[in-house]
């Protein structure tokens, strides 16, 4: 009696023992499960906030193109800027910012000229005016003017 006695107990011991061993298996797996999930579900966040930079960035360089086309070059710039904020790596944003401050330069010359000869052409006006006022008679005046 003793001898089942002992033999029941140590049946015990071995089953507690295997269950121990079970659990912590189960838990160490399930760790490791929860582990690969954890990293899976960082790679999928990772891709998921590259696809939107990209979006992002498309859609910013959609309209970059628009605002260029419009003739709106400031702002095609500042879209520009923005896409290649989000992303460095696109080699062509910085080609085509510079042709944009070469088109805003060429603009600036050009409204600079205008203002000048605007000025000159009313310099030349008022100096006619003047020319004209102090010679001939009234009527002949308001006829040449």
Same mark, same amino acid.
């Given at each position: 009696m003793v001898k089942d006695d002992n033999n029941i107990l140590i049946? #015990?011991?071995?089953?507690? $023992?295997? /269950?121990?061993?079970? /659990? *912590?298996?189960?838990?160490?797996?399930f760790c490791k499960y929860k582990s690969t999930t954890n990293k899976m579900e960082a790679e999928l966040i &990772?891709?998921?906030?590259?696809? +939107?930079?990209? #979006?992002?960035?498309?859609?910013l360089l959609d309209k970059a193109k628009a605002n260029k086309q419009s003739g709106r070059y &400031? &702002? $095609? /710039?500042?879209?520009?800027?923005?896409?290649?904020s989000l992303s460095p &790596? *696109?080699?062509?944003?910085?080609?085509?910012?510079?042709?944009?401050?070469?088109?805003? +330069?060429?603009?600036?010359?050009?409204?600079?000229?205008?203002?000048? +000869? +605007?000025?000159?052409?009313?310099?030349?006006f008022e100096s006619r005016r003047k020319a004209v006022d102090r010679v001939g008679l009234p009527e002949v005046r308001q006829y040449r003017l």
């Open positions: 049946n #015990r011991i071995v089953a507690t $023992a295997i /269950l121990s061993i079970a /659990l *912590l298996l189960g838990y160490w797996g &990772e891709i998921e906030l590259k696809h +939107e930079a990209k #979006r992002k960035t498309m859609v &400031e &702002e $095609a /710039l500042g879209f520009y800027k923005k896409a290649k &790596e *696109l080699p062509n944003v910085d080609r085509l910012s510079k042709d944009i401050r070469k088109k805003i +330069e060429v603009e600036t010359k050009l409204a600079d000229a205008e203002r000048r +000869e +605007e000025e000159r052409r009313k310099v030349a």
